[in-house]
């Protein structure tokens, strides 16, 4: 009788990590040189390395985060967010990112935010700042202006996880007054004679609330770029 030897499936994180040295001892096995190896690793060795654990970062909204490419990943505000300012004068829209960074390599990021230019966004006040989750991602919440838009959440200290630190960021957007919304006043005043020669005046006053033709559907993507790096100890 054969037996047949079962084969354990590997985790998730580690099986990258195996492929990759696979496919070095092929091409050395191939004859590869030194030049053509390390343009391999060039070009493989940024997603080889996030999807094993050693190194990694993603940005986006919770749950929907999108891994990091050449270091950055962009999070795009629109016309989603914008009609929910208009309807609403406000909105807090959370981020979130995940980490990790294995050995003797510290991780950090920065986060920038974009030139809002000149619709809904534009108008409004806007302010980043982190939260300890995304259910305290409110409004009611905002700091009077945006915090340091950086963080380290992962030390130089040695580390073997596999689980990201999650951090939560929190962007606020509120407005009072669109450019082309506002209150018109006018008042008139007429005065004659009647035909016994009196004189007689008469004054007539009108309000107007003058609403924006701004569409939130106009409204232009805003990319908030987050940049990530890794760092050795300094001493």
């Given at each position: 009788?054969?037996?047949?030897?079962?084969h354990r499936a590997?985790?998730?994180?580690?099986?990258?990590?195996?492929?990759?040295?696979?496919?070095?001892?092929?091409?050395?096995?191939?004859?590869?040189?030194?030049?053509?190896?390390?343009?391999?690793?060039?070009?493989?060795?940024?997603?080889?390395?996030?999807?094993?654990?050693y190194e990694y970062?993603?940005?986006?909204?919770?749950?929907?985060?999108?891994?990091?490419?050449?270091?950055?990943?962009?999070?795009?505000?629109?016309?989603?967010?914008?009609?929910?300012?208009?309807?609403?004068?406000?909105?807090?829209?959370?981020?979130?990112?995940?980490?990790?960074?294995?050995?003797?390599?510290?991780?950090?990021?920065?986060?920038?935010?974009p030139d809002w230019?000149?619709?809904?966004?534009?108008?409004?006040?806007?302010?980043?700042?982190?939260?300890?989750?995304?259910?305290?991602?409110?409004?009611?919440?905002?700091?009077?202006?945006?915090?340091?838009?950086?963080?380290?959440?992962?030390?130089?200290?040695?580390?073997?996880?596999?689980?990201?630190?999650?951090?939560?960021?929190?962007?606020?957007?509120?407005?009072?007054?669109?450019?082309?919304?506002?209150?018109?006043?006018?008042?008139?005043?007429?005065?004659?004679?009647?035909?016994?020669?009196?004189?007689?005046?008469?004054?007539?006053?009108?309000?107007?609330?003058?609403?924006?033709?701004?569409?939130?559907?106009?409204?232009?993507?805003?990319?908030?770029?987050?940049?990530?790096?890794?760092?050795?100890?300094?001493?």
């Open positions: 009788m054969t037996r047949r030897r079962a590997l985790p998730t994180w580690r099986q990258p990590t195996m492929l990759a040295g696979a496919a070095v001892l092929a091409g050395a096995a191939l004859g590869m040189g030194g030049s053509t190896l390390a343009l391999w690793q060039d070009q493989a060795g940024f997603s080889v390395s996030a999807r094993s654990g970062f993603a940005a986006g909204a919770p749950g929907q985060t999108q891994p990091a490419t050449n270091g950055t990943v962009k999070f795009t505000v629109g016309a989603e967010h914008a009609a929910e300012l208009q309807s609403e004068r406000q909105t807090a829209i959370p981020l979130e990112t995940e980490s990790i960074s294995q050995g003797n390599k510290g991780l950090r990021y920065t986060i920038t935010e230019g000149d619709h809904f966004f534009g108008a409004a006040t806007t302010t980043l700042f982190q939260v300890p989750s995304a259910q305290e991602c409110t409004v009611e919440g905002a700091p009077d202006s945006s915090r340091a838009q950086s963080s380290t959440p992962v030390s130089a200290d040695y580390s073997d996880t596999e689980d990201p630190v999650v951090e939560t960021w929190c962007l606020v957007a509120t407005i009072e007054d669109l450019p082309d919304e506002g209150t018109y006043s006018n008042s008139v005043t007429a005065k004659a004679e009647d035909p016994a020669g009196t004189s007689v005046e008469a004054t007539d006053t009108w309000n107007a609330e003058v609403t924006s033709s701004m569409d939130p559907e106009d409204e232009p993507n805003h990319v908030i770029t987050f940049e990530y790096e890794t760092f050795r100890p300094t001493n």
